[in-house]
Structures are given as structure tokens and as C-alpha cells.
């Protein structure tokens, strides 16, 4: 089925965007509440009812669902991993680690921001953030400069370079995606389509249990 069925390049657009989201979110440290495990992406189901556990007893609502055993779970983690492995690869090529090219894109997609509001959006510990943000200076993609609303403070603004750099990974990652859907059959890629809301608030969601 040809991606164009899925409502053309805005939702295969948004579905790169909010996988890159929930990816973004799970490869981090996490403080577990309610869920007991990972929730995961398959390429065939996006697991959104856990979403419920969020706002509701998550043990009492799934006595009447079916459940996930040990061997179901590691297999829908292990095709997580392979997901990430595969969209990981655009930042590679571009010389950036994941966390690098995540930060870059939040930058391009939000800035300028302060460190700290930076550091909170992508739940990194400050030092970890200033290494980042260093890397990405050198690399000519980012720069710092004066807060205008606080002198004393700055602000980290992408470049001209970063955002050619965060359109090629964009590119790719929306390529890569668009081919894993043009092998799926219409039952499955309809209920994706429909799934992107639910979807973008379950990776908020986990950033609500991220430990920084």
C-alpha cells in the first residue's frame, strides 16, 4: 500500500515525529509509578491503551485485557531496539549521537532556549547538557548568546548548519519510516494513522516519570 494512502507527507510526518518522541523518552532513566514494564512499539500495534495507567488503577483495568508475559514483552522490546538501531542511523551518519541529534532538534524546532529549560525538555542532568551543548558549538550547529530578558543568563540558538543538519536527519528518518509502512498491510496502517494523538501523549506521558 503506498504511503500516500496514510494522508500523504503530513502524517507520515507526524508519525516520524512521534516515534522519535516516544524513543526519545524511553532511552532514558525512567522512575517507575504504575507500569511495570516498558511500553512498546511494534510494527504492528502501538501499544496506546497503557496510556490508561496514567489517569487510572492500571492493575484493575487490565483484569479484564489481555496481558503481556515475559516473552511477549521481550519480544516487543527487542523490535523497539531494532526500531531505534534503524532511526539512530541518520544521526550517525551525521556525526551526532542520539542524544546530540535530539537536543539539536529541540533547539531548531524551539529555541532559543535557556539551558535550563533545555536540560528539562530532554530530562539531562546540567553537566551532561553542557557537554552536549559544547559539542554541538564546535560543530558550528548551535550557538550561545545573551538572554535579552537577563543579561546574566544565555540562550542557545541553532545555526544555519544545524538546521540543514536537522533536515537531513528528519529526511531520513521520514524515508526510512515511510518504507517500513509501504510494507504493511491497510489494517495496519490505518489504526498508526489514528494513533498519532495518543501516541505523542504517551511519550509525554513517560517524561512525566523521567528521573533528570
Do not use: C
Not at 500500500?1 to 523518552?25: K, N, T, Y
Not at 519480544?75 to 550517525?92: K, Y
Not at 498491510?185 to 501523549?201: F, G, Q, R, V
Amino acid at each position: 500500500m503506498p504511503v500516500r494512502h496514510l494522508a500523504g507527507r503530513r502524517g507520515r510526518d507526524s508519525l516520524v515525529d512521534a516515534v522519535r518522541a516516544v524513543l526519545g523518552a524511553m532511552r532514558r532513566p525512567v522512575r517507575w509509578r504504575r507500569l511495570p514494564e516498558y511500553p512498546l512499539f511494534t510494527s504492528r500495534v502501538i501499544l496506546i491503551w497503557l496510556l490508561i495507567g496514567k489517569q487510572t488503577n492500571w492493575r484493575t483495568w487490565v483484569a479484564d485485557e489481555p496481558t503481556f508475559d515475559a516473552e511477549s514483552v521481550a519480544r516487543l522490546r527487542r523490535v523497539i531496539a531494532r526500531l531505534a538501531r534503524v532511526l539512530n542511523v541518520s544521526s550517525s551518519s551525521e556525526g551526532l549521537s542520539p542524544t546530540q541529534a535530539s537536543v539539536l532538534a529541540v533547539v531548531a524546532y524551539r529555541g532559543p532556549l535557556r539551558p535550563a529549560e533545555l536540560a528539562e525538555i530532554e530530562a539531562l542532568n546540567p553537566t551532561m547538557l553542557s557537554r552536549i551543548v559544547g559539542k554541538l558549538v564546535e560543530g558550528g550547529l548551535v550557538r550561545r548568546l545573551p538572554d535579552p530578558a537577563d543579561l546574566r543568563a544565555a540562550q542557545v540558538e541553532v545555526t544555519d548548519a544545524g538546521l540543514e543538519v536537522d533536515e537531513r536527519i528528519r529526511a531520513m528518518r521520514n524515508e526510512t519510516v515511510a518504507k517500513i509502512l509501504d510494507g504493511l498491510p491497510e489494517e495496519t496502517t490505518s489504526p498508526l494513522l489514528a494513533a498519532l494523538p495518543a501516541l505523542e501523549a504517551l511519550a509525554n506521558g513517560l517524561r512525566d516519570d523521567i528521573a533528570p
